[in-house]
């Protein structure tokens, strides 16, 4: 099993130009999740989805989109790239049952916008 | 949202040393988590602890929970080189939010040889 995948892994924009975030799982998990980490500072929850169909916005969703295109792919769309969104992104995915929601992370994209 | 502080931001030990890291919150928690990240690298899930449990082991990882002071640590015992990593705490939230983790800002863990 792969776990979590994410492409690109390393990705530099201009401002203004937009680009998609791919993420796909293979452990058959119904929640989808992105973050966004800043040097020195733990992860932040951009958009989340609790299962296929729906998308839930989390602490940082400005600027971002979403889509969960089936139970395996999640992906998160910078519309007009700002400086402000030069961050590391994590994908990850988990269930959703009770006390036990741990998460698995993909690798990471790492973005820079000029 | 909650929020996750831990202490210390970094710690250095020598190999063979124990390591303790904290974590304090702020809201009610369903269960409260620990991950690694090695550098330049996604997370890892290493422990969970549940709301109505007080301690937990896993090999040399010791996590303990009081819900009374909203506070966590984790313990390393015999700590190697290849323990160092950052260390986040990320708490999971009672009712419809349970499937959302919010993350600590992480404590930096260097294992000199």
């Known amino acids: 099993n792969a776990g979590v995948t994410q492409t690109p892994k390393f990705q530099v924009l201009k401002t203004g130009q937009s680009m998609t975030l791919q993420c796909a799982q293979d452990m058959n998990h119904n929640s989808m999740y992105w973050y966004r980490q800043d040097p020195g500072m733990g992860l932040r929850l951009i958009y989340y989805s609790a299962s296929e169909g729906t998308t839930d916005k989390g602490e940082v969703p400005n600027g971002y989109n979403v889509s969960r295109l089936n139970k395996r792919e999640f992906s998160l769309r910078l519309e007009s790239a700002a400086p402000s969104q030069t961050s590391v992104y994590f994908c990850?995915?988990?269930?959703?049952?009770?006390?036990?929601?741990?998460?698995?992370f993909g690798p990471g994209t790492r973005l820079t916008v000029l | 949202s909650q929020q996750g502080e831990e202490d210390p931001q970094a710690l250095s030990i020598q190999e063979g040393e124990n390591a303790t890291m904290n974590c304090s919150y702020k809201t009610s928690i369903n269960n409260l988590q620990w991950y690694r990240q090695n550098s330049g690298r996604g997370l890892v899930h290493l422990i969970l602890?549940?709301?109505?449990?007080r301690e937990k082991h896993s090999g040399r990882l010791r996590v303990t929970l009081d819900t009374s002071k909203k506070s966590s640590s984790l313990l390393i015992t015999a700590s190697r080189a290849a323990d160092t990593a950052s260390y986040f705490c990320a708490m999971g939230g009672e009712g419809t939010s349970g499937s959302r983790l919010t993350f600590g800002e992480g404590t930096q863990l260097t294992v000199n040889p």
């Open positions: 602890i549940r709301s109505n449990e």
């Open positions: 990850a995915s988990g269930w959703t049952s009770g006390s036990y929601n741990e998460q698995f």
